[in-house]
């Protein structure tokens, strides 16, 4: 016969006891959720383990030990994450073009930008919570401060990472895109086979009234192959002819013998500035009435008419960069290699006719190779007392050529914020955003070839920029011909 022990009273006030890792029955099973608190060693065992799950997998403590609704929301960020950044990374190694064009879409910046600053929030509400289910009090004493200081650290590390991708990298660039880039009009289509674009350097420096234009190239981007042809025209270059547009209207013969000495201007390209704008009543806005809404002046608009003359081909953009900044672009990016022909003097020039270099300049650029500060570059594109305006525009497009060297995708990354601020504060354009992913894919292309130059001067092209000749127009748009459509190798019977 069985004998049934009867149960053991339990004292009056006493507690049940907690579930133990050794004991049977379903709870042992979870000893995350259901642990023996009254083990220091487990809780603090535990701690551990939470503390590296909410680092590595956010959400993963809380569907463990915790709320699993909120744990399943970050488990789904987390993953969404995850996956959105793998295939990031895919596209980047498989068509990187594809990435580079998607982050000039301000629309993606800012969506890119939302989503990093609410996965930020979210791990650290989830690093709050896993602090709470942790249960620091039950744990180790001497364990308490690492579990702590390593769940901040962690938090800190992962969500400052999201908050500064978000703050300092995509904000300045969704803020600089949406400044420089603020035309909307829809692109227009190459003109045969190129984009030609009219870059302007001005400098208000140095004791100047006005801004004139000193630098004056016009770079012509084939649009199937990405190959670079700069061409430089003369400051000084006299009575251009004008395309089809007010300023052929007003003067079809060039500025020859509409000159006004005493408004400060002659018949040079460089003085378009002020025969349009700083001497007009009107600022040039009866020449140019539609200039400002699309996001450009008169005076850039003259001097692209006369560019249009000069080369007999279609310039639809422009981009103007003020010398007086132009520092803080080469700074940005790093500083630019530059090996220098000859020595150079920086300072003003000489306070008399005759003075020796020596004994004005504030400083001077040795000759050979130099890796220039953006104070450095400056003097390098100013520098003309000692040389020739022809050499000038040389060390102008050498530095141009540098710079484009320069803005390799990791190099502007490293510096991203000090670009886009200077960008923002030096370069005005009517480039149209909606051409940024078109021009991103060609400068990659353009990164892999030499830059072609071609220089207007009697040097270059055999011109007199003094006194062109109806001839020397010719000669001028046969030569940029030539240069933009280079004549294909007949095969020989060999090959």
């Known amino acids: 016969m069985s004998v049934t022990t009867p149960p053991r009273a339990r004292p009056s006030g006493s507690t049940p006891a907690a579930p133990s890792l050794s004991s049977a029955g379903a709870l042992d099973e979870r000893p995350i959720r259901h642990p023996n608190t009254r083990s220091p060693q487990v809780m603090t065992r535990r701690a551990w383990w939470l503390v590296a799950l909410n680092f590595l997998l956010p959400g993963s403590a809380q569907v463990l030990a915790g709320n699993k609704r909120l744990g399943r929301i970050g488990l789904g960020a987390t993953i969404a994450v995850w996956l959105l950044a793998i295939a990031a990374l895919g596209t980047f190694l498989v068509a990187p073009t594809v990435i580079y064009s998607l982050f000039t879409l301000g629309w993606v910046l ?5 989503l990093l600053l609410a ?3 979210l791990w650290v509400v989830l690093t709050i919570d896993t602090l709470r289910l942790v249960r620091l009090v ?5 364990a308490r401060a690492g579990i702590a200081i390593l769940a901040i650290a962690g ?5 400052g990472t999201a908050v500064y991708g978000a703050q300092q990298l995509l904000g300045p660039a969704r803020e600089a895109l949406g400044s420089i880039f603020a035309n909307t009009a829809p692109p227009v289509p190459p003109s045969n086979g190129y984009y030609n674009f009219l870059l302007l350097g001005a400098d208000s420096g140095l004791g100047r009234d006005s801004m004139r234009f000193d630098s004056i190239s016009v770079v012509s981007v084939n649009a199937t192959s990405g190959a670079v042809t700069i061409t430089g025209i003369p400051r000084d270059l006299q009575n251009v002819p004008f395309s089809d547009g007010p300023m052929k209207e007003r003067y079809p013969d060039g500025l020859e013998g509409h000159a006004s000495r005493t408004c400060g201007w002659a018949a040079g390209i460089n003085q378009l500035m002020n025969a349009v704008e700083t001497c007009q009543p009107d600022r040039g806005a009866g ?12 005076a850039v608009e003259a001097t692209r008419d006369a560019a249009e003359g000069v080369m007999g081909i279609e310039i639809p953009y422009y981009v103007f960069v003020d010398m007086k900044g132009f520092a803080d672009i080469v700074d940005a990016l790093g500083g630019v290699d530059i090996t220098v022909q000859e020595r150079l003097p920086e300072g003003g020039g000489p306070s008399y006719e005759g003075q020796s270099a020596e004994d004005w300049a504030s400083g001077w650029i040795e000759a050979g190779p130099q890796h220039m500060d953006g104070d450095t570059a400056q003097w390098y594109a100013r520098s003309r007392y000692t040389t020739s305006d022809w050499d000038r525009m040389r060390r102008q497009r050498e530095l141009q050529q540098a710079i484009l060297a320069q803005a390799n995708p990791t190099n502007v990354l490293s510096h991203f914020n000090e670009i886009a601020a200077a960008g923002e504060d030096l370069v005005q354009t009517d480039i149209p955003a909606s051409l940024l992913s078109f021009l991103v894919d060609i400068a990659l292309k353009s990164k892999e070839q030499p830059v072609q130059t071609l220089e207007l001067t009697p040097q270059g092209a055999g011109i007199n920029p003094d006194k062109p000749s109806a001839d020397d127009w010719v000669r001028i748009r046969e030569l940029v011909d030539a240069a933009l459509y280079p004549p294909t190798p007949t095969p020989t019977p060999d090959s």
């Open 155 to 159: 938090t800190v590390l992962a969500s």
């Open 138 to 142: 039950r744990t180790r004493p001497r």
């Open 119 to 121: 996965y930020a929030v």
């Open 287 to 298: 020449i140019y009435p539609d200039a400002a809404a699309n996001h450009s002046t008169p």
């Open 110 to 114: 800012l969506l890119v930008q939302v």
